[in-house]
């Protein structure tokens, strides 16, 4: 055999490794529908935070949207994971993509007749925000129905991510043009027509039935058992708690870009597509990396790493006013971001035992986006006092000091974990 036959065969060996989550049809049909869907929530998150900030010009109300929209998902996400170890997920993940679409449908009708306000705007992230509460603790805990293998599990949640940060990368790009030639309303309907995909996508599914916590006990006994289980279990506590403080401090600086857009870089809805989509660069070169790792083993690590890499990310773009180097930043930002993210979803989903899987990623979702109204609404109304740029150096850097205090544990948090994978290796 030539060199150059052996140097493909293993380019190829080491695609099918990258990709290996993929042989599995319903996940390919998870990640057909999903792939176009997330286009139109990307489209619709940069509309929903231009139409905003175009009819209040304000940044408190920018953060009080993203406080309102997001404050259902602290009060319900805990339910939502005792419901997913419970009932059957594959029918609830189409009837919350259908609540989710309906919203957007709503939403553009307003926008296109122009009859939409502020009120109407605030009610309907509300209800969003239910939905959501719901849909990623289910969404989660549901992966892992849609592979055979268990070890695929990280992959398959790399692949997820590589994803969501695809379309992060093309939605806000076609958002901001959009929005420069027609106005938000185009971005509501062309996400609520996208969300036909995934719900079709999930209808061809094929899932093999899986016996689900059916013993007998109240919601809130289940609730309470599964929040004792996330507080005793170190890695997991240590995992939620930084997550948490990074989504606190750090995930609302979504809520300010277009105030760096406007007033800092001196640009429009075009350069607030500019700067997600370089985020989504960065966090799509994330989830490449992630989908290289062969073991889930030392991940715990890159936790703390990536923490440090988002911190630090924020406090140099908050610095920034040239339009190159924000760009840079963001992508920098964006890559730390999402392998912080994923990570801690990797991590979480493996060394969680079957049972309470649901209920340690509702714990999951809680700090991911469940810290966010509180960070939106802190960040709006620090924004107003001393500015958006002061107040991204200071999320930022409190993002590194969290990173640091969580590395001085390693040690014994990766030999815990560590014990955790070996264990649910064997029930498998």
Not at 38 to 54: C, D, E, K, P
Request: hydrophobic letters at 55%; proline letters at 4%; charged letters at 10%.
């Amino acid at each position: 055999m030539k060199p150059t036959t052996i140097e493909t065969t293993a380019q190829l060996n080491g695609l099918k490794m990258v990709f290996r989550a993929l042989q599995y049809r319903n996940y390919r049909l998870y990640f057909g529908g999903q792939g176009i869907s997330l286009i139109g929530t990307w489209m619709q998150q940069i509309a929903m935070s231009w139409l905003v900030y175009r009819l209040t010009n304000s940044a408190f109300l920018l953060g009080m949207v993203g406080f309102l929209g997001n404050l259902p998902i602290l009060l319900f996400a805990p339910f939502a994971g005792v419901l997913a170890d419970r009932w059957n997920r594959h029918r609830m993940i189409i009837v919350v993509q259908t609540l989710a679409m309906i919203q957007a449908f709503a939403l553009a009708i307003l926008v296109l007749t122009d009859m939409v306000t502020v009120g109407h705007v605030i009610f309907l992230s509300i209800f969003l925000g239910a939905v959501t509460a719901f849909d990623l603790p289910i969404r989660q805990s549901f992966l892992i129905d849609l592979i055979e293998k268990p070890e695929d599990l990280s992959n398959a949640i790399a692949i997820n991510s590589s994803m969501v940060n695809g379309a992060r990368l093309i939605g806000p790009s076609i958002a901001g043009i959009i929005i420069a030639v027609t106005g938000e309303g185009i971005c509501f309907l062309v996400n609520g027509i996208s969300y036909i995909a995934v719900i079709a996508a999930l209808v061809a599914m094929r899932i093999p039935h899986k016996p689900l916590d059916r013993q007998d006990g109240s919601m809130f006994r289940k609730l309470k058992e599964g929040f004792s289980y996330v507080v005793s279990d170190v890695p997991i506590r240590s995992i939620l708690l930084l997550l948490s403080l990074i989504s606190l401090v750090g995930m609302p600086y979504t809520i300010l870009m277009p105030i760096f857009a406007k007033n800092i870089l001196h640009g429009g809805p075009h350069t607030l597509g500019f700067l997600m989509s370089a985020t989504g660069v960065g966090a799509l070169t994330g989830a490449v990396y992630l989908a290289t790792r062969k073991s889930v083993k030392g991940l715990i690590g890159v936790v703390a790493l990536a923490a440090g890499i988002f911190g630090s990310g924020l406090v140099m773009f908050s610095l920034s006013h040239v339009i190159w180097l924000s760009l840079a930043l963001m992508l920098i930002t964006g890559f730390g971001m999402m392998v912080h993210m994923a990570s801690c979803n990797t991590v979480l989903q493996t060394i969680a035992v079957q049972d309470k899987r649901g209920r340690v990623m509702s714990f999951f979702t809680i700090a991911f986006r469940g810290m966010i109204p509180f960070g939106s609404l802190m960040a709006g109304s620090l924004a107003s006092s001393i500015g958006a740029p002061y107040t991204l150096t200071l999320g930022g850097a409190v993002c590194v000091i969290g990173a640091l205090l969580f590395a001085r544990r390693l040690p014994v948090l990766q030999k815990l974990a560590n014990s955790a994978i070996d264990r649910n290796a064997a029930v498998h």
